[in-house]
Nanobody, 127 residues
Framework: QVQFVESGGALVHPGGSLKLSCAVS????????IGWFRQAPGKEREGVSC????????LYADSVKGRFTISGDSAKSTVYLQIDDLKAEDTAVYYC????????????????????WGQGTQVTVSS
């Protein structure tokens, strides 16, 4: 059974940092690109970062460039999202998912290409 489990979300002050984890089981990470998405209340789910299979390539949404860093550890079957200089607009539920159509991130963040969504982890940025 394939499972994607996100963790690491928390309530943090503006300017703080968090490292989110996406633990994967029943699935071979090296065959697919993995994406991180977020959904704020009342807003559509949006892609924030993608890492290709083998961590050869990464992609970031313009809104998070310079503050978010995606990485992966195939041995641990885990993908991470380091978030620095958190802002109030980063408040959202963060999800990870596998791109079932690509091993690279060239397709961007097309939701229909992603599957095996986790339950999400809440990030709240507030003073």
């Amino acid at each position: 059974q394939v499972q994607f489990v996100e963790s690491g979300g928390a309530l943090v002050h503006p300017g703080g940092s968090l490292k989110l984890s996406c633990a994967v089981s029943g699935f071979f990470l090296d065959d697919h690109a993995i994406g991180w998405f977020r959904q704020a209340p009342g807003k559509e789910r949006e892609g924030v970062s993608c890492v290709s299979s083998g961590v050869r390539d990464t992609l970031y949404a313009d809104s998070v460039k310079g503050r978010f860093t995606i990485s992966g550890d195939s041995a641990k079957s885990t993908v991470y999202l380091q978030i620095d200089d958190l802002k109030a607009e980063d408040t959202a539920v963060y999800y990870c998912a596998a791109n079932m159509m690509r091993s690279n991130c060239r397709g961007g963040f097309l939701l229909h290409e992603y599957d095996y969504w986790g339950q999400g982890t809440q990030v709240t940025v507030s003073s």
